[in-house]
C-alpha cells in the first residue's frame, strides 16, 4: 500500500546495496503499479472504471477532520481512479463552498497544490436529507447517476455517522442507491458486475447482543464482501509491519513462544482527557474506546499463528482461531480507574474526568483500564497478555512490548541483568528496538541496557508516511479486506469483554468501581501491581531515546 506518498523524496534499497533516492513521482508511480497489479492479482483496482465515493455525515466532526481530507490527499497524488466523484450527505442544510471551508484547515495545503484542490472539489457535490426517510435517499441516488458512464458506477458508501442511525442507513442503502450495470475488467477483459461497498465506523455494537442485531441486520442487505468495517489502527505503519517482521524474520520464530517469552503488553496512552466530549466518551468508556477494538487487534496480529498465505481470508482465519483460544475476561484480571485533577497541574490537567460538564454527574465510567488475558492454545498457554490504555496519563505512546524470560544460570552480579525486551513503537514516531545488555564502556567489567534501535525516521529519513486512513480508504478502492474486521472476528472481541462490560455497568451495590488517578500519572498504582504478579519486571530505569533522523 502507499509508502512516502506525502514526502518529497521516497529510498529503496538496489541490488548493489546503499540507498537510492526516489523522487515523490517516482514513488507514486511505483504504488500505483502496485494497484494495478495488486497482491497474487487479488486487486480490482481499475482507473478506467468511474467511481462515485459518499460520505455519510459530511457534516460532521469525523468527515471534516479525516476523510475529506484523507480523500483530498488521494486525489492529489493521483492514487484514485481517474473518473472518481464524492458525494456528501447530511441532515445540513449546507454546499460544497462550506465543506470546503470546514476542511481546509486539516487538508495540509501547500501553495502550488490550490489548483489541484479546487479541481478536487470540483468532483464534489452534496446533498441534504434525512437518514431514515426513503425518498431522500432516492433524491441521493439521483445524484449519483449524474456521475455514471452509460448507467454504470462503482458506488462506495463510508458511514460516518453515529450508530444509532446505522440500520436505518443500511436499509435505505440497499433499497435506492445499490450500483447497477457492469463493466469491463482491465486485466482479464471480463464483465463484471458494478459493485457498491459500504464503510462501517466503530463501535460495531454496544456489547454482544448489539453486535449480533447490526451483524445480521447488515448481513440481510449486505454480503460479507460488501462490508468493510473500519479499526484505523490496522491502517498505521508499525501495525502493518507486524506481521513481516514476524514472518519474514527467521530469527524471531524460535523465541516466538511460550518457553522464551514472559509476557507480552499492549499499550495504549493519552495525555490528555475527554476535552469536552466526555457526554460521547461516557456512554461507551475506555474498554469499548481502545481495548475491545485496537487493543484487541493488535494482540491477534502478535499471537496468530502464520497464515498459508497473505490473502484476506487466509489472514483473518488465523486472527479469529486465536482470539476464540481466549477465555472471558475476569475481574480480578482487570483495574478499572478514572483521571481526577492534578491540584499543582496546569490548564486542563486541574480538572478531573468529573469536572467536565458533558459527564453524568457520579459517573463511574472508566479512563483507564488495564487487562490481563490468557490465550490456552500451545504457543502461548501461560503467557499473560497485558492490555493497558487510559486517557490523562503521563505521555502519547501506543506499543508492543514482548517481555522475555530471564537469562538461566546468571553469572553476573543479581540484579545486574534485565530482561530483553523486544518493543514495537505504534506512536509517536515509529520504532522497533531491542533491549539487551552489553557491556558498560571503560576498564569495569559492568554490565548497561542498551538497544539494537530501528527507528523509522533514520532508516527512511525523507520518507513521509501516509495517514492510517489514506491506507484503508485505498484498500476499499482495491477490494482488499486484509486490514477490516471479520463479522466472525466482531463476534469474539464481544464474547471476551461483553461480561466485564455488563459487571461494571450494572446496578449492584457491589459492582466494581474505577480507582481514582492523578491527571499526567501512569495510572492506578494497583495496574502496576496486578502487571508484576502476571509476570512483568518494570525497572523503571531505562529511557529509550529515539535515534535523530
Same mark, same amino acid.
Given at each position: 500500500m502507499p509508502g512516502g506518498a506525502r514526502g518529497d523524496s521516497a529510498e529503496v534499497e538496489p541490488h548493489g546495496g546503499g540507498v537510492a533516492a526516489l523522487t515523490q513521482e517516482e514513488a507514486l508511480e511505483m504504488i500505483k503499479e502496485s494497484?494495478?497489479?495488486? %497482491?497474487?492479482?487479488?486487486?480490482?483496482?481499475? /482507473? =478506467? !472504471? $468511474?467511481?462515485?465515493? +459518499?460520505?455519510?455525515?459530511a457534516s460532521g466532526d469525523l468527515a471534516t477532520k479525516k476523510i475529506y481530507p484523507t480523500l483530498w490527499w488521494l486525489f492529489r497524488d493521483r492514487l484514485l481512479p481517474d473518473n472518481t466523484y464524492f458525494v456528501g450527505y447530511a441532515r445540513s442544510n449546507i454546499k460544497v463552498d462550506d465543506?470546503?471551508?470546514? $476542511?481546509?484547515?486539516?487538508?495540509?495545503?501547500?501553495?502550488?497544490?490550490?489548483?489541484?484542490?479546487? &479541481?478536487?472539489?470540483?468532483?464534489? #457535490?452534496?446533498? /441534504?436529507? #434525512?437518514?431514515?426517510?426513503?425518498?431522500?435517499? %432516492?433524491?441521493?441516488? &439521483? &445524484?449519483?447517476k449524474k456521475f455514471e458512464n452509460a448507467g454504470r458506477a462503482n458506488r462506495l458508501f463510508y458511514l /460516518?455517522?453515529?450508530?444509532?442511525?446505522?440500520? &436505518?442507513?443500511a436499509t435505505n442503502i440497499r433499497a435506492s442507491c445499490m450500483a447497477q450495470g457492469t463493466f469491463k475488467c482491465r486485466r482479464s477483459g471480463d464483465e463484471r458486475k458494478c459493485w457498491t461497498r459500504v464503510i462501517v465506523e466503530k463501535p460495531f455494537g454496544h456489547d454482544s447482543d448489539s453486535s449480533a442485531q447490526l451483524s445480521n441486520h447488515f448481513a440481510s442487505l449486505f454480503a460479507e464482501d460488501e462490508i468493510y468495517r473500519i479499526?484505523?489502527?490496522?491502517?498505521?505503519?508499525?501495525? %502493518?509491519?507486524?506481521?513481516?517482521?514476524r514472518f519474514a524474520n527467521r530469527i524471531l520464530t524460535p523465541v516466538w513462544n511460550r518457553d522464551n517469552v514472559a509476557c507480552v503488553t499492549i499499550l495504549f496512552k493519552e495525555p490528555f482527557g475527554t476535552q469536552g466530549r466526555g457526554g460521547y466518551f461516557d456512554d461507551y468508556g475506555i474498554i469499548r474506546d481502545v481495548m475491545q477494538n485496537h487493543l484487541l487487534q493488535i494482540l491477534s496480529l502478535v499471537a496468530m499463528e502464520r497464515p498459508v498465505s497473505t490473502k484476506a481470508e487466509d489472514i483473518?482465519?488465523?486472527? !479469529?482461531? !486465536?482470539?476464540?483460544?481466549? =477465555?472471558? +475476561? %475476569?475481574?480480578n484480571d482487570v483495574v478499572l480507574g478514572q483521571y481526577v485533577g492534578d491540584p499543582e497541574g496546569k490548564g486542563d490537567a486541574k480538572e478531573g474526568y468529573l469536572d467536565d460538564p458533558t459527564v453524568p454527574k457520579g459517573s463511574t465510567t472508566p479512563t483507564f483500564a488495564l487487562a490481563v488475558l490468557h490465550i490456552h492454545n500451545e504457543r502461548w498457554e501461560g503467557v499473560p497478555f497485558i492490555l493497558r490504555c487510559g486517557k490523562a496519563l503521563n505521555e502519547r505512546k501506543a506499543e508492543v512490548r514482548i517481555q522475555f524470560r530471564d537469562v538461566?544460570?546468571?553469572?553476573?552480579?543479581?540484579?545486574?541483568?534485565?530482561? =530483553?525486551?523486544? +518493543?514495537?513503537? !505504534?506512536q509517536p514516531g515509529e520504532a522497533v528496538y531491542m533491549k539487551l545488555m552489553s557491556k558498560k564502556p571503560g576498564m569495569l567489567f559492568d554490565c548497561e541496557v542498551t538497544e539494537l534501535d530501528f527507528t523509522y525516521g533514520s532508516r527512511y529519513a525523507g520518507v513521509k508516511l501516509p495517514d492510517a486512513y489514506e491506507r484503508l480508504i485505498l484498500d476499499v478502492f482495491c477490494g482488499s479486506q486484509i486490514n477490516f474486521v471479520r463479522s466472525d472476528e466482531l463476534v469474539e472481541a464481544w464474547r471476551i469483554f461483553t461480561p466485564l462490560l455488563h459487571a461494571i455497568e450494572s446496578q449492584k451495590p457491589l459492582k466494581p468501581l474505577p480507582i481514582p488517578y492523578k491527571y499526567g500519572s501512569r495510572g492506578p498504582r494497583e495496574a502496576d501491581e496486578l502487571a508484576a504478579q502476571h509476570n512483568f519486571k518494570y525497572t523503571g530505569a531505562y529511557k529509550w531515546v529515539s535515534s535523530k533522523p
Open positions: 494497484l494495478h497489479g495488486g %497482491q497474487e492479482g487479488e486487486s480490482d483496482y481499475d /482507473a =478506467n !472504471v $468511474t467511481h462515485v465515493f +459518499v460520505v455519510l455525515g465543506i470546503r471551508k470546514k $476542511t481546509f484547515q486539516h487538508m495540509q495545503v501547500k501553495d502550488d497544490q490550490k489548483n489541484r484542490l479546487d &479541481e478536487f472539489f470540483q468532483h464534489n #457535490s452534496y446533498v /441534504a436529507g #434525512s437518514y431514515d426517510k426513503a425518498e431522500d435517499f %432516492q433524491h441521493l441516488n &439521483e &445524484e449519483i /460516518a455517522l453515529p450508530p444509532s442511525v446505522y440500520k &436505518e442507513v479499526d484505523h489502527y490496522l491502517g498505521k505503519e508499525m501495525v %502493518q509491519n507486524l506481521m513481516v517482521l483473518r482465519n488465523e486472527k !479469529v482461531k !486465536v482470539l476464540r483460544c481466549i =477465555n472471558e +475476561v %475476569q475481574l538461566s544460570g546468571n553469572i553476573f552480579r543479581p540484579g545486574e541483568i534485565d530482561r =530483553n525486551e523486544l +518493543v514495537f513503537r !505504534v
